[in-house]
């Protein structure tokens, strides 16, 4: 089995290549990214000495590049991981979100469509639902629901998604899409959540939490993610959506309450931001369709993997500080500076 994983060298994309290569050893496994800010060749060194796997360094939406990548390797199966990810950039620059997470979506499966392979996966987020209100703990995310997505990130996102669907009814491509929620766990990009308040509360600094951090998330641990889409590609049905998560919701400020408490850390660090403009209230996503259909449920509890996360944190300073030196920190104060 030949795979093509796509944003391998991001936080999901790279999870899900140790994962892979563990779990099917006799597979062979590319790995393509472009290296943008969010994709680091640090963060796959493991994988670089194991004979299964191959980086190609490259942008989904340069269509040369992929038609040649497909032109000299005959891939089986692709896992498309790539693409802009934080919806804070996307509200300051929706275009390269637009380019990178419609166009490249579409470059992939038009090479997908002209070389042949047996399944086309396109890794998609629950933020395509909208959002629930926080009074109705009762409603969830379902595969059914209509999609109407609130930032550009997640309109970008659900592009993706319906033209995924439309290749697979137009030229019968055989796709899968998984729509997951919140992941957390090692090699995660310093300005998302979880690991931007582990980096600043461990330097004792300020942790800017946006509005009065009711908004509630449903958080997964990433390799259960992984295994999820390893499931899918294995006997998921051809043409479906599965929604990935596991009934972990948490609001934003007792995920960092909870940070503080394993660091040892004073919530005096927390520092109330002017809120993210269209602020989704909450995710939470309903997994009946993936259990039913395929056995899965998440492993990790939030306490387990929280715990796994900051001790990886821990371990890892190297990676997170090199990152978060240079171009990171006048992003950081863009973003928070002046809220
Ligand atoms: N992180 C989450 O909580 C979450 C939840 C649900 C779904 N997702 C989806 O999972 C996927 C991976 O998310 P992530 O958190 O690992 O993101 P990430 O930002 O950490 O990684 C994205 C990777 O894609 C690469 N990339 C960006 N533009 C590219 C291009 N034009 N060509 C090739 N590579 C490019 C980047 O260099 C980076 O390595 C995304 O599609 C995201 O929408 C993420």
């Not at 290569?21 to 994709?39: F, N, S």
């Not at 908004?215 to 590609?233: F, K, T």
């Not at 609001?251 to 909870?258: A, F, G, R, Y």
Request: charged letters at 25%.
């Amino acid at each position: 089995m030949n795979v093509l994983v796509t944003g391998a060298a991001g936080f999901i994309g790279s999870n899900f290549v140790f994962y892979m290569l563990e779990q099917h050893p006799d597979y062979q496994i590319t790995g393509l990214d472009a290296l943008t800010y969010a994709g680091n060749m640090e963060t796959l060194a493991p994988a670089m000495t194991n004979k299964n796997f191959h980086f190609a360094k490259g942008d989904i939406a340069d269509r040369d590049f992929v038609f040649q990548l497909f032109e000299t390797t005959k891939f089986d199966v692709v896992v498309n991981f790539a693409a802009e990810s934080h919806v804070d950039r996307s509200i300051e620059d929706p275009g390269v979100f637009l380019r990178t997470n419609i166009i490249g979506t579409q470059v992939l499966m038009d090479a997908a469509k002209e070389y042949g392979i047996s399944r086309f996966h396109q890794v998609g987020t629950d933020e395509v639902y909208g959002d629930l209100p926080l009074d109705r703990p009762d409603l969830f995310f379902t595969e059914d629901m209509p999609i109407t997505a609130s930032s550009p990130y997640s309109a970008s996102k659900a592009s993706a998604d319906l033209l995924v669907m439309a290749y697979h009814r137009t030229y019968q491509m055989p796709i899968t899409i998984s729509r997951c929620s919140n992941n957390y766990g090692p090699y995660q990009f310093p300005e998302k959540l979880i690991p931007l308040i582990i980096a600043r509360a461990l330097d004792n600094q300020d942790l800017p939490v946006y509005g009065t951090g009711e908004n509630v998330r449903d958080w997964l641990y990433v390799e259960d993610h992984c295994r999820a889409i390893d499931r899918i590609l294995e006997n998921g049905k051809v043409g479906e959506v599965y929604n990935i998560g596991g009934h972990n919701e948490k609001s934003n400020l007792d995920v960092v309450k909870i940070i503080l408490k394993h660091l040892g850390k004073p919530e005096s660090l927390i520092t109330f931001v002017g809120d993210r403009k269209g602020h989704d209230l909450r995710y939470a996503i309903d997994p009946t369709k993936i259990h039913n259909a395929l056995g899965w449920l998440p492993t990790t509890k939030f306490d387990e993997g929280i715990k796994k996360t900051i001790d990886w944190y821990l371990a890892n300073e190297a990676w997170w500080k090199n990152i978060i030196s240079g171009e990171y920190q006048q992003y950081y104060e863009k973003m928070y500076g002046g809220r």
